[in-house]
């Protein structure tokens, strides 16, 4: 049976530019007839998902990439804030309640609202799929605008983030098996130093929500530096989630003319 999922208004309200513009009841998946090369046609409020032009994700292949000299450091200020952790049966995520920090884009500043995981990833980095993605969600303080921080994780040591709130995610899982599907857990204090750290090098592309309803006018910034994370984590982000939904990485999308920004900055010795 094909996945069917359904959005809450507190979920649609973070991603959406214009809430009222959507349809929440809408279902849809990552397989079956509900799957992505679906989702244009199970609602009007979808239609960028198949007619779009600047869709996301995409490849961040070498010969697309162009380094621009004028981008400026992207730099990240979160303070430590009540968060919970959501089950949005297609991804976790966490909610901020309050102020966690500001970054500046071209002029406009973006707070962060929420972030989520996707696994596989859902960029690749010329061609390579990782095995997770962190996609930090920003809006401006008119919530016309949105900017997303993407960060690439492969196996290998624990990520201290994810670490912080392994016995929630443990939590999680067997609210889950208990037949509690629509939980929500506090964290208590939420703090996303490891993120503050400089970048010496991000991507920077326009593109859209990965998710429906495929909103365009998103501006991306995946990171340059792949964090790690262990087996145990990858499977806890996965076990919450419903039976079709473990492998919740939309497909590649065309790039149809676009360009990838990189900005560069080495190190200092």
Not at 78 to 87: C, F, K
Not at 181 to 194: R, S
Request: proline share 5%; with cysteine; glycine share 6%.
């Amino acid at each position: 049976m094909a996945l069917r999922i359904y959005f809450s208004i507190l979920s649609i309200a973070i991603f959406a530019l214009s809430t009222s513009a959507y349809d929440y009841s809408t279902k849809f998946g990552y397989v079956g007839p509900n799957g992505p090369e679906k989702w244009g046609s199970l609602s009007p409020s979808f239609s960028a998902c198949s007619n779009g032009k600047a869709q996301s994700p995409v490849d961040l292949a070498k010969a697309d990439i162009v380094w621009n000299k004028q981008l400026k450091s992207l730099d990240k200020h979160y303070i430590p804030t009540n968060a919970t952790l959501v089950n949005n049966k297609f991804n976790l995520g966490v909610h901020f309640e309050g102020k966690v920090g500001d970054i500046n884009i071209d002029g406009k500043n973006y707070s962060l609202k929420q972030l989520h995981w996707h696994s596989p990833s859902e960029h690749r980095a010329n061609g390579r799929i990782h095995d997770a993605e962190l996609h930090l969600v920003h809006l401006t303080e008119d919530n016309n605008y949105i900017a997303v921080l993407a960060v690439l994780y492969k196996l290998g040591d624990a990520d201290p983030i994810i670490s912080k709130i392994e016995d929630k995610l443990i939590e999680l899982e067997k609210q889950n098996l208990a037949g509690h599907k629509d939980v929500q857990i506090a964290l208590g204090t939420f703090d996303l130093n490891e993120i503050n750290k400089r970048t010496h090098r991000y991507y920077r592309y326009v593109g859209s929500l990965s998710t429906p309803p495929c909103k365009e006018g998103i501006t991306w910034n995946i990171l340059g530096k792949v964090r790690t994370l262990s087996k145990k984590q990858l499977e806890l982000l996965k076990a919450p989630l419903d039976p079709q939904c473990k492998h919740n990485a939309r497909p590649i999308q065309p790039l149809n003319g676009r360009k990838i920004e990189m900005y560069y900055q080495p190190k200092q010795a």
